[in-house]
């Protein structure tokens, strides 16, 4: 008990959700213990071993940032979504819905492929027995899906956030199978359930293999990042790949240089960030435009020279003007391509359009 509060504080320390985890294991600590008469005095133990182990890497970062980069993170994190959510917008709003179909879009692919069967059934049996083994578990889980969450309403797009759910998902799916083992009484019964899971274990393994990133593709991502680096001053977002910009930027530096201190493009919309030196081009946000036309006659005052074109239907920043651009270009004859990636040969079709003003301005004026 003891040591768990220790190496919770370390796993802190990594991510935020270690926090999450420790509310979880303060409140079946109390439910453990409740009958003891000193449980205050054995929780002050455990909450100082808890702190102590975390202090040093907070006094460390609060005097290197300035910010503990812990407990603001929860605190900020609770603001934003109760703040917003809650009491300034309506519950149903946009972003609210939003959010909650990314998790519960994540959570689904989480599951996949091993846990979809075993989750299920794991929660059936833990609640039809409600024995101390079910708070034990439930409490945590339900404590990290709020953690996850949060991260949803933030916007992000990835499974990751699920992923300290894992361990716990793996002892309900162990429970699972105990609980169907038990009940079956015959040997060949027994036998054939065993030839199943190992099954749905080889299913998974190659369903995860294919799954997984390819390599190759990232690798002409980080290439063509190089192209649209050199080429443009301002280019509108077109994620996940400009994720690799920063990496152009940092072969620009003298080493040695952190990727913080170079900063993300992602962020910048013509504003500066102490202690970040970017050299690459702006990245113009398309966040409530209508139209290419609005979004070129608003990037223009930013410094947008370039449009950035790949025909990706699945990132957040997706919007149909481009997607136009990439499928119908001749549509418009102030953009001009200068870059077509099939043309150096990858298979990751990306093109760079750099945008004539001049022809766009008589091109809104005969409109």
Do not use: C
Request: proline fraction near 4%; charge should be positive; aromatic fraction near 14%.
């Amino acid at each position: 008990m003891y040591a768990s509060f220790s190496i919770v504080a370390l796993a802190s320390i990594v991510r935020v959700e270690g926090m999450f985890t420790f509310i979880s294991l303060s409140i079946l600590f109390f439910l453990r213990y409740r009958k003891e008469q000193k449980i205050i005095i054995r929780y002050g133990l455990v909450l100082s071993i808890f702190i102590l182990s975390l202090l040093p890497m907070i006094i460390f970062r609060i005097e290197s940032t300035g910010n503990d980069n812990l407990g603001s993170r929860v605190i900020t994190t609770g603001n934003v979504i109760l703040g917003e959510s809650f009491f300034q917008n309506s519950a149903f709003s946009t972003q609210f819905i939003l959010s909650v179909k990314n998790f519960v879009h994540f959570f689904g692919l989480s599951l996949l492929p091993i846990f979809i069967i075993f989750i299920p059934l794991g929660i059936y049996f833990l609640f039809r027995t409600k024995n101390e083994n079910t708070i034990t578990i439930i409490i945590p889980i339900l404590l990290l899906l709020v953690s996850s969450y949060a991260a949803y309403y933030s916007g992000v797009q990835d499974s990751r956030y699920f992923y300290p759910l894992f361990p716990l998902f793996s002892i309900i799916s162990v429970i699972t199978i105990k609980i169907i083992m038990d009940k079956i009484k015959i040997k060949r019964q027994k036998i054939f359930l065993i030839i199943l899971i190992s099954l749905i274990l080889l299913l998974s393994l190659t369903f995860l293999h294919f799954k997984s990133e390819n390599i190759e593709h990232e690798k002409e991502a980080l290439s063509i990042a190089y192209h649209v680096a050199n080429m443009t001053s301002g280019i509108n977002p077109y994620l996940k790949e400009s994720k690799y910009l920063p990496i152009t930027e940092m072969s620009k530096h003298n080493f040695p240089i952190l990727s913080t201190d170079v900063g993300l493009p992602q962020n910048l919309v013509q504003q500066d960030y102490p202690g970040q030196i970017w050299l690459g081009p702006k990245v113009i946000l398309t966040d409530n435009f209508n139209s290419l036309e609005e979004y070129i006659e608003s990037g223009k005052k930013k410094g947008l020279s370039h449009l950035v074109v790949d025909g990706a239907k699945n990132y957040p920043y997706r919007v149909s003007f481009l997607e136009d651009v990439y499928y119908n270009s001749e549509k418009y004859p102030y953009l001009t391509k200068v870059f077509d990636s099939n043309d150096y040969g990858y298979s990751y079709h990306l093109k760079i359009y750099k945008i004539n003003y001049e022809q766009f301005e008589s091109v809104l004026i005969k409109k």
